[in-house]
């Protein structure tokens, strides 16, 4: 019996498939003339059935409706109807093609849906796309809705939930709306504007702002933010997205912006997002309004310089000064001068600030750094100081300054890891201000060629050195030139060195080299400062003087893969010489 009731069901159940399977592909197979042909009815409803629109849906999804059939349809179709399909997750289609056809002649049955306001607003929460288009196709001069849709704007803005679909809807009101309902609109918001401020996409306030055209418009607006610019700034992209637009207000408005700002400088200037605001209100001063902003910031500076975001407002307000406020900064940060330059922020204010300093306030502060130049050299922080005051020097008490400062120091600033753009800087200096003795260096040339960090801070001074301190330099390395070309690092200070050497000094290395002469030629380092040697052969002694090793060691180097390359490298030499 069980089993025989299960098989009932299933013979049911399959029926009623099969039905609905032969009731839909018949459907699909008429060819109707009149879409109120087959709009089916339930018996105790009014309107269209969901079924109904989903076959004028398949119906016509491939093509345009046409005027006639839009008619046929919206007889059929109740407001509620409008708006429910309108949400529909495949029916908003057939709704957008409804929309795009409608004429003057359907206006009145817009009106019944624009009367709809619950079910409406649900729509414009949603961010319908029916209700965009519906927006472009209806215009606001139009006499018979214009007070009607003014009505749902209104409505709208006070009760929808505010979200990115929403933003999209209001948006599209406040485009199209006349520029006599801008005032009746933010009179009508007047309270509201402080939360839309405050909503993570401001576009409808924005919107709004672009549309005020009068001192009422703008008035209205700074009343209804007044008190909330503090929590506006704190919110994350309002810089971008809302505090440029106050700042197109006329003077007498936005410096009610910025007074309630400044009143809390120094809470905003450490607030990352209350930060970024800041600077977008102070790019567009004017000469009044900066200085009421510097005396703001002015009691602050030193703590904000070193805070990670007050020290980027600190920045900011440098590179807008006047030389009267440079002058102001530089006087109270000179005491503090040191510290900043070896903090992580601080050293960055500092670099802004000598940027825009002059020859004497460059010299003040030389006169505090100058015993200090070598251990900032050093500093993963304090070397980007260097740089720039090396970079700003004009003047031979400048130069003299920063030499005096570093010529004591010169073996910890070729250790240091950080001083390689410090010392080619430093070569830019005029001769006379770069003759320093290398007393101090010349033990430690051998360790520094094979460090990973001297090797490069000697090659750089290497480059630019006078003919004095390559011959310091050079002497230094022949104890150990062997050693130096054979290493992995050495051998490109040995091949500098070469390049930089004169005659003499050539001829030297020659000799020097000469008892370890097939071992560093097949060697996988020492072969490159060889090859080198050979394109700095320039005299008939010099190439003597390899003749000779030549044929001294022509066994050893022709039993090695690296020796015999030298030794064509040395015939193709000795043809063109």
């Not at 803005?157 to 990115?164: D, G, V």
């Not at 900066?290 to 600190?314: C, N, Q, W, Y």
């Not at 260096?441 to 001297?454: I, Q, R, T, W």
């Amino acid at each position: 019996m069980a089993n025989f009731v299960k098989n009932e069901r299933k013979i049911v159940k399959s029926s009623k498939r099969f039905d609905s399977i032969f009731t839909f592909g018949s459907i699909q197979s008429l060819q109707w003339q009149n879409p109120s042909n087959f709009i089916r009815k339930d018996r105790y409803s009014t309107g269209m059935t969901e079924r109904s629109a989903l076959d004028i849906h398949y119906k016509y999804k491939d093509s345009n409706l046409k005027s006639q059939e839009v008619d046929a349809i919206l007889k059929e179709m109740t407001p509620k109807d409008f708006i429910s399909y309108s949400k529909h997750h495949r029916l908003f289609e057939l709704m957008l093609q409804i929309v795009e056809a409608i004429e003057i002649r359907h206006y009145p049955f817009i009106s019944k849906v624009f009367n709809e306001k619950e079910s409406l607003r649900s729509m414009i929460d949603e961010g319908s796309s029916v209700v965009i288009v519906l927006l472009d196709r209806i215009p606001f001069k139009d006499g018979c809705l214009s007070e009607l849709k003014e009505e749902i704007l209104c409505d709208a803005l006070h009760y929808c939930n505010y979200n990115k679909f929403t933003n999209k809807v209001l948006c599209k009101f406040v485009e199209q709306c006349s520029k006599e309902l801008i005032l009746p609109l933010l009179q009508s918001l007047k309270s509201e504007i402080g939360r839309l401020a405050m909503q993570p996409n401001p576009f409808l306030l924005r919107n709004l702002i672009e549309r005020c055209y009068d001192a009422k418009h703008y008035e209205l607006i700074t009343n209804g933010l007044k008190g909330e610019m503090v929590e506006i700034c704190k919110r994350k992209n309002a810089n971008v997205d809302l505090i440029p637009y106050l700042q197109r207000f006329p003077t007498e408005y936005s410096d009610v912006f910025l007074e309630e700002v400044l009143s809390h400088v120094k809470e905003l200037s450490m607030d990352p997002n209350g930060s970024l605001s800041l600077r977008a209100m102070m790019k567009n001063l004017n000469e009044r309004q900066r200085e009421k902003a510097f005396s703001s910031l002015d009691p602050h500076m030193i703590k904000l310089s070193t805070d990670a975001s007050g020290g980027f407002v600190v920045q900011h307000l440098i590179s807008i000064a006047n030389e009267e406020q440079i002058r102001r900064i530089v006087e109270s940060m000179t005491p503090v001068f040191k510290e900043l330059s070896t903090q992580k922020v601080g050293a960055f204010t500092v670099n802004a600030l000598v940027k825009r300093m002059n020859n004497e306030q460059l010299t003040t502060l030389l006169d505090v750094l100058s015993p200090h130049l070598t251990r900032l050299s050093d500093h993963p922080f304090g070397n980007y100081l260097v740089q720039d005051v090396i970079k700003k020097c004009k003047k031979t008490v400048h130069f003299q300054s920063v030499s005096n400062g570093l010529k004591g120091g010169l073996l910890s600033l070729f250790k240091s890891k950080y001083s390689i753009k410090c010392i080619e800087n430093l070569l830019n200096f005029p001769p006379e201000f770069t003759n320093f003795d290398l007393g101090q260096v010349v033990p430690h040339l051998k360790d520094l060629a094979m460090d990973s960090v001297g090797y490069l801070n000697l090659m750089t001074f290497i480059a630019k050195a006078n003919s004095k301190q390559i011959e310091q330099i050079l002497n230094g390395l022949l104890p150990n030139f062997g050693d130096v070309s054979a290493h992995k690092l050495g051998t490109f200070v040995a091949q500098w060195i070469v390049e930089r050497s004169n005659e003499e000094q050539i001829t030297k290395i020659l000799n020097t080299i000469s008892p370890y002469f097939p071992d560093i030629s097949n060697h996988q380092f020492g072969y490159f400062m060889v090859q080198k040697l050979i394109s700095r052969l320039e005299t008939d002694s010099q190439v003597s003087i390899f003749d000779n090793l030549v044929k001294e060691f022509h066994y050893e180097l022709t039993n090695n893969g690296r020796g015999n390359d030298m030794l064509q490298e040395y015939a193709r030499f000795k043809k063109n010489f």
